[in-house]
């Protein structure tokens, strides 16, 4: 088998085969002790320079080792106890009440406006419509590519074609 240069045996045959007539070079090459590479650290900032907008995996999150995994069925004392500690006050309460009728009245005011807007707008092109006349309405509706089928059809495509070509 005939030796191939340098980093064009991509299976690494030439190396299996055993000796070609060159054996001082395959000597050199095996007195070589290669390195693993140690990977390299990767943290956000690095990658946040080089584009990356998400946050580190969460598969890469180590487990809490300080706590105790019970995976039994509790009677719920302790979730009592923790929620006896952190009881909302009745200030707190009244805060909350009023952000959420701040907000609900938002949201209303925000559904009548848009549904005003709606009429208004409605409103308006039945107005524009009423004023307009029948040649005011076809036009219209030809240049919307909404032509009605009372024409000719060649007729149409014809002026269609003068149109778009520049020649009257």
Do not use: C, H
Not at 18 to 29: L, R, T
Not at 120 to 132: F, I, N, T
């Amino acid at each position: 088998m005939a030796r191939l240069a340098k980093g064009m045996d991509p299976l690494g045959l030439s190396e299996l085969s055993g000796s070609d007539g060159d054996e001082d070079s395959d000597e050199e090459e095996d007195t070589k002790v290669i390195e693993p590479k140690k990977p390299k650290q990767m943290d956000f900032e690095t990658l946040s320079q080089f584009g990356y907008k998400s946050g580190p995996s969460v598969l890469l999150v180590p487990d809490s080792a300080g706590a105790e995994q019970n995976y039994n069925w509790s009677s719920g004392r302790q979730a009592k106890e923790e929620s006896n500690d952190a009881q909302e006050t009745a200030e707190e309460r009244e805060r909350t009440r009023t952000a959420m009728q701040l907000t609900d009245n938002m949201i209303e005011q925000a559904i009548r406006s848009k549904e005003q807007n709606r009429l208004l707008a409605e409103q308006e092109y039945k107005e524009r419509k009423a004023k307009m006349s029948f040649n005011q309405r076809e036009k219209r509706k030809r240049d919307a590519g909404q032509a009605t089928s009372g024409k000719n059809f060649v007729e149409e495509e014809k002026r269609i074609l003068r149109q778009s070509s520049g020649y009257d």
